[in-house]
Nanobody
Framework: QVQLVESGGGLVQPGGSLRLSCAASGSIFSCNAMGWYRQAPGKQRELVARITRDGRTNLPDSVKGRFAISRDNTKNTVYLQMNSLKPEDTAVYYC???????????????WGQGTQVSVSS
């Protein structure tokens, strides 16, 4: 089985920073693209950042210049550094990974349980 475990959420004041981590564990053959999504109350889940196995990144304009995504392939871990946080960044942040499990030839989307990020004074 494969699971994603997130950490690093919390409450921060506007302008502050947080770093999220997500580690994939279990019977993993290949961990391909990884990313972060968020969902605020009453809104659809949206992409925050995505990174391929070879390090190519994709971030929407709403977070570009403030957020950065990185990964450690040796640990199957992805990080999201969030700076200059705004109240509108408040949401539940979900980790996502495209993983091929050992013994399988199929890539499957896995999701973490979500971690709350709240930006408020």
């Amino acid at each position: 089985q494969v699971q994603l475990v997130e950490s690093g959420g919390g409450l921060v004041q506007p302008g502050g920073s947080l770093r999220l981590s997500c580690a994939a564990s279990g019977s993993i053959f290949s961990c391909n693209a990884m990313g972060w999504y968020r969902q605020a109350p009453g809104k659809q889940r949206e992409l925050v950042a995505r990174i391929t196995r070879d390090g190519r990144t994709n971030l929407p304009d709403s977070v570009k210049g403030r957020f950065a995504i990185s990964r450690d392939n040796t640990k199957n871990t992805v990080y999201l550094q969030m700076n200059s946080l705004k109240p509108e960044d408040t949401a539940v942040y979900y980790c996502n990974a495209e993983i091929v499990a050992r013994g399988s030839y199929q890539e499957v989307d896995y999701w973490g349980q979500g971690t709350q990020v709240s930006v408020s004074s």
